[in-house]
């Protein structure tokens, strides 16, 4: 999807995974806090045309995670 390519370049998804699913289009983690992250899933054309929904849900991680290189 075109607008989370370019969310991830402008920095505000960190992590963009698509997902080999029927049931998950993919999983994104965004830089935002909780309700600017809300927001930006919300502004989402697909999600606004009922296409898909999503979850957001804050989540944290370990000092010095990353993927692998």
Known sequence: QRRMVSLRAAGVIAILCPVLSDDVAGVAILTQPLESAQETMAG?????????????????????????G
């Open 44 to 68: 989402d054309p697909c999600v606004q045309a009922g296409m898909m929904t999503c979850e957001v849900l804050p989540c944290v991680g370990f000092p010095g995670d990353s993927l692998p």
